[in-house]
């Protein structure tokens, strides 16, 4: 077999490249070494064993050079994170992954199957149980109810208090008005329905908080752990928005690769939107403390009333059906933090690259603070 693997320079894509040579399989790499994500370059870990192909999945020629005799594609390339561009999210990902698809049916290529990187974040408001009403999924919170402190996720029945629960694939998605968040509904979408038409298998992987060696540390936008380790290092202390409280699903990278593999070898997820996480609720207080801890850093977390509309406030993916095919989640957040944590150390010259871009965030109303609305700026 030979995959295509784009973004495979990446956190997540690396890993499967890495998968799937030990499984004997040829791959080839597209990826553009975006300079927020990859400053030097190519970085040390892609393997020689591969084939690198340097271009952008909105590149018509590039894709269409990269996708010759490929049998499978894993489609990892996407901008990603909470960065202030509207315009570079829908040209790399909505219409990046249009391209991709209409390439390969408007030039009959033969490839067998498409995996998608999709994300929890198309979820509304993840799942909550009502002591009234049972199982609801919530619209997204209120920007109004966020201004004025309250975190909560209410029932949307009864208005009345909930408690989170396992997230499931039928949940609702397209609530988050987050430009990020509306490209990977298009993404999601667009590959499903591709699939749907042409009768090539597609399987959109919901990836939880994806972590691990090789998460960048130069990408002031990217995974929260990265984030918290940056700043610490740095002698600043890691920044909750909200209150802390809120949970997230985090999944250590090799078993996110390990999805891929197994949905990319059976067919009984073809069609589907699959969530792939741990399963494990953790708070993002919680994380800055193992964070600490694992680095030997007595800095406390600072939250100042600041956060982010559209943000899920608990989410933790129900993996019964990626477990249909044999997924296991195999690497508890403890373990995993630690092992980020090994990697980062080696890494020389870590800066607080989270701290020169907070200030354009808060400009650009992606970070608000409680009290203050768009009348009071």
């Known amino acids: 077999m030979k995959a295509l693997v784009t973004g495979g320079c990446g956190l997540i894509g690396s890993h499967i490249v890495d998968r799937l040579l030990r499984e004997g399989w040829r791959v080839r790499i597209l990826d553009n070494l975006e300079p927020r994500t990859h400053r030097d370059r190519r970085p040390p870990w892609v393997p020689e064993a591969a084939e690198l192909m340097i271009g952008s999945v909105a590149d018509r020629a590039a894709l269409r050079a990269a996708l010759e005799g490929i049998d499978v594609v894993f489609h990892e390339a996407a901008y990603g994170g909470y960065m202030p561009e509207i315009a570079k999210y829908v040209l790399v990902n909505s219409y990046g992954t249009a391209l991709l698809l209409e390439?390969?049916?408007?030039?009959?290529?033969a490839v067998k199957k498409v995996l998608l990187a999709s994300s929890q974040v198309v979820y509304s408001e993840g799942a909550v149980v009502c002591p009234v009403h049972g199982r609801q999924f919530p619209p997204t919170r209120p920007l109004a109810q966020l201004q004025r402190?309250?975190?909560?996720?209410?029932?949307?029945?009864?208005?009345?208090?909930?408690e989170p629960t396992a997230t499931p694939e039928e949940a609702p998605i397209g609530g988050g008005d987050f430009p990020y968040v509306l490209t990977k509904v298009d993404q999601e979408r667009l590959v499903l329905g591709w699939g749907r038409q042409t009768g090539i298998p597609t399987v959109a992987l919901r990836y939880s908080c994806t972590?691990?060696?090789?998460?960048?540390?130069?990408?002031?936008?990217?995974?929260?752990?990265?984030?918290?380790?940056?700043?610490?290092l740095a002698g600043q202390p890691p920044v909750l928005y909200e209150d802390g409280l809120q949970t997230r699903d985090f999944c250590f990278v090799e078993d996110v690769a390990e999805a891929n593999f197994l949905a990319a070898t059976s067919d009984k997820l073809d069609g589907l939107p699959v969530n792939v996480g741990s399963g494990v609720a953790t708070t993002i207080r919680e994380v800055a403390r193992m964070v600490a801890d694992g680095l030997g850093i007595a800095i406390e977390p600072v939250a100042r009333g600041e956060f982010r509309p559209?943000?899920?406030?608990?989410?933790?993916?129900?993996?019964?059906?990626?477990?249909?095919?044999?997924?296991?989640?195999?690497?508890?957040?403890?373990?995993?933090?630690?092992r980020y944590l090994d990697w980062i150390r080696g890494q020389g010259d870590?800066?607080?690259?989270f701290g020169q871009a907070e200030q354009i965030l808060k400009e650009r109303r992606i970070v608000q603070r409680v009290g203050v609305s768009s009348r009071t700026r």
């Open 211 to 232: 972590y691990g060696p090789r998460q960048s540390i130069f990408n002031p936008y990217t995974g929260v752990i990265a984030i918290f380790a940056t700043r610490l």
């Open 149 to 162: 402190g309250d975190w909560s996720v209410h029932c949307p029945v009864c208005d009345g208090p909930t």
């Open 310 to 338: 559209g943000e899920i406030r608990y989410l933790t993916s129900g993996i019964a059906r990626a477990a249909a095919i044999g997924y296991r989640p195999r690497t508890d957040v403890a373990t995993g933090i630690g």
């Open 350 to 353: 870590v800066r607080d690259y």
């Open 103 to 109: 390439t390969i049916r408007d030039e009959n290529l």
